[in-house]
């Protein structure tokens, strides 16, 4: 088979000290985090606490527990704090143009994982833990073909309109990316802004119900049911939790209140009580995934030597299939679970005509 080819390789990366990743799928960014300056609840820990007669924790005295009183808990850090580690199968299959058809295909088992600063509802409050990075996706397929489809031995008028037709297309087809549920109503008893900041920094991520897991998080049925459910006020893509209120069930519940001594509380009603951070960890699940095929087909007429006229039509998302984007991940936001969006166009045919001289 001496126009075929196979690839089978593994590929590993590691790096250490490097930038915070940006959470917003801006893949190689260095970011700014929130969270190295957090308020510490009152005890050994808090060493302005004694200067300023600080004795009971309250959302209003966060500015009197920073270690560096003067900066606000939620200034942001530029810093050199995080590693990565990828691995990943790569196996590609190649035919080199022969008898008008050329073929490759491409497909990529990988994880990859990437550190986070994530806050804790105890001393060091800022931690930076591994999770999987949002930016990969864990399985990818791509098929690239051209075949100029054969004309036969027809010749003269009707060797003009069989000849010269080619069809080529991308296939794409690939998993989701990881997503992490986060908690907008969360830390600000530590001193966080209620919510992840643009830099991805000090996460204040959703708290699961006792006794639930990940696997109890995605609501039952198809991407499409789960698509009509988030818009018409259903569970969504999630386990249902919204407005900071919990329903039977849920796999999520409201970030952990504290009461004024630091203790934490179930009441969320506590008016004193401030909102610390959630328990789950990043990634914990995936978004819908894609399966996608763009095609095109062309007619090469040749008019003399130098001359000749091409007539294309391409079909992106040929088959029309509604390819979902991730939904909203913030636990206590209206849009939370909710799809709203595509991550490829409808349907889109172009036609096109060259002429060559």
């Known amino acids: ?36 300056n957090a308020a510490p609840l009152v ?30 808990a939620q200034n942001a850090v530029l810093a050199t704090e995080e590693n990565y580690k990828f691995n990943g199968l790569e196996v590609t299959l190649r035919k080199q143009m022969s008898h008008g058809f050329q073929f490759q295909a491409s497909y990529t088992h990988s994880r990859a994982f ?13 931690i930076h833990a591994y999770g999987p990075n949002n930016n990969y996706r864990p ?21 003009n309109i069989v000849g010269g037709w080619a069809l080529s297309g991308v296939t794409t087809i690939q998993s989701g990316s990881y997503l992490t549920i986060t908690d907008t109503g969360g830390s600000i008893f530590l001193g966080g802004n209620g919510a992840p900041n643009s830099g991805g920094g000090a996460y204040s991520t959703a708290q699961m119900a006792p006794g639930k897991t990940y696997s109890d998080l995605l609501s039952s049925g198809s991407i499409q049911s789960r698509v009509t459910s988030g818009i018409i006020g259903g569970p969504g893509n999630y386990g249902y939790f919204t407005g900071g209120s919990t ?23 506590c008016a004193t009580c401030g909102r610390g951070f959630g328990n789950m960890g990043v990634g914990a699940v995936t978004g819908p995934g894609q ?52 991550s490829v166009s409808p349907r889109v045919i172009q036609l096109a005509l060259k002429y060559s001289f």
């Open 1 to 36: 088979m001496p126009s075929w080819l196979i690839e089978v390789a593994y590929v590993g990366a590691h790096g250490i000290h490097q930038g915070a990743e940006s959470p917003s799928a801006q893949q190689g960014q260095i970011t700014t985090f929130i969270g190295e």
């Open 43 to 72: 005890g050994p820990g808090c060493t302005s606490c004694a200067t300023y007669d600080v004795t009971t924790n309250t959302v209003a005295n966060v500015v009197l527990r920073v270690p560096q009183v003067g900066v606000s």
């Open 114 to 126: 990437i550190t986070l600063p994530f806050g804790i509802n105890q001393a060091p409050y800022v």
């Open 139 to 159: 399985e990818r397929f791509v098929a690239n073909y051209v075949w100029n489809i054969p004309s036969g031995r027809a010749k003269g008028l009707l060797g």
């Open 247 to 269: 329903v039977a069930g849920s796999a999520l519940i409201p970030t952990v209140a504290f009461n004024p001594d630091g203790t934490p509380t179930t009441s969320a009603a």
């Open 291 to 342: 399966f996608n095929f763009d095609a095109s087909i062309s007619k090469n007429i040749r008019i003399t030597e130098r001359q000749a006229v091409q007539f294309r039509s391409e079909f992106f998302n040929i088959f029309n299939h509604a390819q979902f984007a991730n939904p909203g991940t913030g636990a206590n936001q209206s849009t939370f679970g909710q799809i709203v969006g595509t």
